[in-house]
């Protein structure tokens, strides 16, 4: 088989993924993209690679499209910047789970539930923790457009809002017994919660009051999803569908199947023209809407698919499993960013990483992903936590783009 490098390249049009051969690549690389950890047995890029310690549970991704959080079973929220894939910061204020995470609309503020431990407010860039909210056993939860306004779910509490200005005293509870979802309207006049009782509400904000009942699914509804105009929501579901519902009526729309296990999740792109679906069948469903086309199956989890997100400008969709890991991908085809998020903490002992200096601070990533621009490489194909240093960074070559593009390529061998 004919060597195959990716290139990467983010420019003023948005994020581009191609193959070269490997030959043509090298010239403009470099020697050192030719080496990927070794010249001899090249391993597997992502193996052993994990991003957390346990389950991944809840994606975010910042407003500027900059960064994205994870949450996680482990206890932990992480936050990766983009487009390069460091983790930044490990937020611990909640012990249990995290079973779901938001970033407020402005980007400053970080809000993540853990279901015997209440809601932790973090703010951002810094990572301090504010304060947290009383919530009583939340399972997920959404903050309103003007920042406002939290709403958490609960198995246990149905639906609780929380005026985040007001502090934990302005609690308003709706009565949605067994809730395990939730999503507020781009408006934020709209409040959609899911069940386990396999029904949908739509409640009015700030009010809080019961507009809907919405009846369909066979079994529990595990996912929501509101378009960014407002006029659709997704629901996905345990009876392996994801339904379409208009609103601010609720009328039922369409009803799409084809996956072969539970749903979990989902996610609507900006633009409402994609829609990706993942759950125990360890695979995501990508749909074109209104092409009538079948989907697209987006493999390479390894375990049950908990969580998903699309990245504002639409071009990204980051996926969170059983198996620990966080995968991106390009979007509107699906195909998988040759990026690993990696936390050496949590990555088995056979991961291998390379690790580089950037505005002061270093990173760890899995080896062949991209480093950015200016960064200097400190350590290549660590083994483990362990570091075992070699004088360049053979698992990556960078060059700069010079087209009228801008941005910044970035390759490494397949």
Known sequence: MKPEIYAIQRGRSGWKLSRRDLAAAAAVAGAAAGAACGPQHPPERCKGVAAHGKRVKGLAFSPDGKALASASDDGSVKLWSLPGGALTKTLKALPDAVSSVAISPNGLVLAAAGRDQGVALWSLPEGNLLRNVSARSPVALAISPDGRLLATASESEGIELWPLAAGDRARTHLLH???????ISPDGRLLASGSWDQTI?????????????????AAAVRGLAISRDGRTLAS???????????LPGGD??????????????????????????AG???????????????????EGHGGVVYALAISPDGRLLASGSEDKTVKLWLLPDGQPLPLCL????????????????SGGES?????????PPGAICTCNCVPGAVCSCVSVC?????????????????????
């Open 177 to 183: 017994p067994q809730a395990n979802s939730v999503a």
């Open 201 to 217: 509400k739509l409640w009015s904000l700030p009010a809080g009051k019961e507009i809907k009942t919405l009846k369909g699914h």
């Open 236 to 246: 996905a579901s345990w009876d392996r569908t994801v339904k379409l519902w208009s």
């Open 252 to 277: 039922l729309v369409k009803t799409l199947q084809g996956q072969a296990g539970n749903l979990n999740a989902v996610a609507l792109s900006p633009d409402g023209k994609l829609l990706a679906a």
């Open 280 to 298: 125990a069948s360890l695979t995501i469903k990508l749909w074109s809407l209104g092409e009538g086309t079948p989907p697209r199956t987006l």
């Open 342 to 357: 990696m936390d050496l903490q949590t990555s088995s002992s056979d991961a291998k990483g390379i690790q580089y200096t």
């Open 363 to 371: 990173y760890t990533q899995a080896c062949g992903s991209p480093i």
């Open 394 to 414: 053979s698992c990556v070559g960078h060059t700069s783009s010079s087209g009228g593009g801008g941005g910044s390529h970035y390759w490494y061998p397949n």
